[in-house]
């Protein structure tokens, strides 16, 4: 395989949700996969709509999933090179001028709809004089300009469907340039493509007539054509499509609602595959697990629930390495003997730092039984603890009382924590030490 060169091309209109950040983890991660690069273009034509502060937002997102790409810029920068493929389309007669209205082009679609007639573009533009031309300009009309299509099957095999094709005598001729100058997405994707040398354009299944189109605007312009992937789209657990105004399955609302990051990368990409969803310790191994050829044909429905279980899995097996600076971020100290004791009990992160004032104090204990904890106040061994403290402890301690099971273990949990449930007190016991233990056994807020 050539060695990938990728690319996710956000419009900068609005924050990204999961439905449209899921094609740049399939592209990141094919990149990663096959030792490849990764592009960050911000189709920004739209000029009235595309915001900067949405541009450096999708970055932000996009870190926060863990993507940085190795490549950044913007289409407005770049209007040059789309002036000059437009010039070689007109010279070529691929890019014709049109000068109906807005109205009149609908008003011709409902009568051809009407007829029972497909409602595409019948190039009525390509019959007209110079001298019509002309007069219409002097009308003031000024003129879009669409493609011509070649009205033939246009076939390719796709890294995720396999053999596709598009009958693009079905197509109307496209749109490239508005009537005041400004580029549609078609033309400056393209042009980009080229320039940049992209091999793999892997995008959502959305875009598979664009493909046929713009399989035709490469070949027109003369250049070779990269391999194409359509994956399935993502809808919410009850199959609605998403949308920037579901701003709960936003990037940005999925980071503030304290989800780990590699459960959202996770369940984006392996639901609706073959491969099933499970937790990843980093986006490497989920790489490895992610084959465009297992990406199923139906929607892929990302369920919150599903999303809630697989980000407390995520945290339950993730390494103190990966955790360390987000802990030290939430004052939370303790090191890797910490977060091992009470990973298994999270289900959100920020968690962590609730353990630590359970460990720091001070909180005041719960004493079910003063004459219990007074026993077992006088059994505690001397320090320091260590992983086998908390065993002969409580050996001691059923032994002197005759306790055994809960009636054992939960008066301890109580005193020791100040709650009923929790880590294993074998491994919080150390970590809490000796001294505050004595004291939360004797009722001391400690």
């Known amino acids: 395989m050539t060695t990938p060169l990728v690319r996710f091309a956000p419009s900068p209109t609005g924050y990204l949700h999961i439905g449209n950040a899921r094609p740049a983890l399939f592209n990141w991660l094919f990149?990663?996969?096959?030792?490849?690069?990764?592009?960050?273009?911000y189709d920004d034509t739209d000029i009235a709509r595309s915001k900067a502060e949405f541009a450096d937002a999708i970055a932000e997102d996009l870190a926060w999933?863990?993507?940085?790409?190795?490549?950044?810029?913007?289409?407005?920068?770049?209007?040059?090179?789309?002036?000059?493929?437009?010039?070689?389309?007109?010279?070529?007669?691929?890019?014709?001028?049109?000068?109906?209205t807005a109205d009149e082009l609908d008003r011709r679609r409902k009568r051809?709809?009407?007829?029972?007639?497909?409602?595409?573009?019948?190039?009525?533009?390509l019959k007209l004089t110079a001298a019509e031309r002309a007069a219409l300009e002097a009308e003031g009309r000024k003129p879009h300009w669409r493609f011509k299509l070649d009205a033939r099957v246009v076939a390719w095999n796709d890294l995720v469907r396999g053999e596709a094709h598009v009958d693009c005598a079905s197509l109307s001729d496209q749109v490239l340039i508005r009537e005041d100058g400004s580029y549609l997405y078609h033309l400056?994707?393209?042009?980009?493509?080229i320039a940049t040398g992209i091999t793999h354009i892997i995008r959502g299944e959305d875009h598979v007539t664009n493909t046929a189109v713009h399989i035709q605007i490469f070949e027109a312009l003369g250049a070779a054509l990269p391999a194409f992937g359509h994956v399935n789209l993502l809808t919410t657990a009850s199959g609605e499509g998403l949308?920037?105004?579901?701003?709960?399955?936003?990037?940005r609302g999925l980071r503030d609602?304290?989800?780990?990051?590699?459960?959202?990368?996770?369940?984006?990409?392996?639901?609706?595959?073959?491969?099933?969803v499970r937790p990843v310790s980093s986006l490497d191994e989920l790489a490895g697990l992610v084959d465009l050829g297992h990406v199923s044909r139906a929607p892929a429905k990302f369920d919150e629930h599903e999303l809630d279980a697989l980000s407390a899995r995520t945290l339950h097996q993730l390494p103190y390495e990966a955790v360390a600076q987000r802990l030290q971020a939430l004052g939370v100290?303790?090191?890797?003997?910490?977060?091992?004791?009470?990973?298994?009990?999270?289900?959100?992160?920020?968690?962590?730092?609730?353990?630590?004032?359970?460990?720091?104090?001070?909180?005041?204990?719960?004493?079910?039984?003063?004459?219990?904890?007074?026993?077992?106040?006088?059994?505690?061994?001397?320090?320091?603890f260590d992983a086998t403290t908390w065993k002969s402890w409580t050996q001691a301690v059923g032994a002197a009382t005759g306790a055994k099971g809960k009636a054992l273990f939960m008066p301890l949990r109580q005193a020791l924590t100040g709650l009923d449930h929790g880590p294993e007190l074998a491994a919080l016991l150390p970590l809490i030490g000796r001294e505050k233990a004595l004291q939360r056994l004797q009722g001391e807020a400690a």
């Open 31 to 41: 990149a990663r996969r096959h030792g490849g690069r990764f592009l960050l273009r």
């Open 65 to 100: 999933l863990g993507i940085i790409p190795d490549e950044t810029f913007r289409q407005s920068d770049r209007v040059a090179l789309y002036e000059d493929a437009a010039r070689r389309l007109r010279e070529s007669g691929r890019l014709y001028p049109c000068y109906e």
């Open 112 to 125: 051809q709809l009407a007829r029972g007639q497909p409602p595409i573009y019948d190039r009525a533009a």
């Open 188 to 193: 400056p994707s393209v042009v980009d493509d």
């Open 243 to 251: 949308s920037k105004r579901l701003g709960h399955l936003s990037l």
């Open 257 to 276: 609602s304290g989800v780990e990051a590699l459960a959202v990368a996770a369940l984006a990409v392996l639901v609706g595959s073959s491969d099933s």
């Open 333 to 384: 100290e303790g090191g890797e003997n910490f977060w091992l004791a009470v990973r298994g009990n999270l289900a959100r992160l920020a968690e962590a730092k609730d353990w630590w004032q359970v460990v720091q104090g001070p909180l005041l204990p719960v004493i079910a039984d003063p004459a219990f904890a007074a026993t077992a106040a006088s059994l505690l061994p001397p320090g320091p």
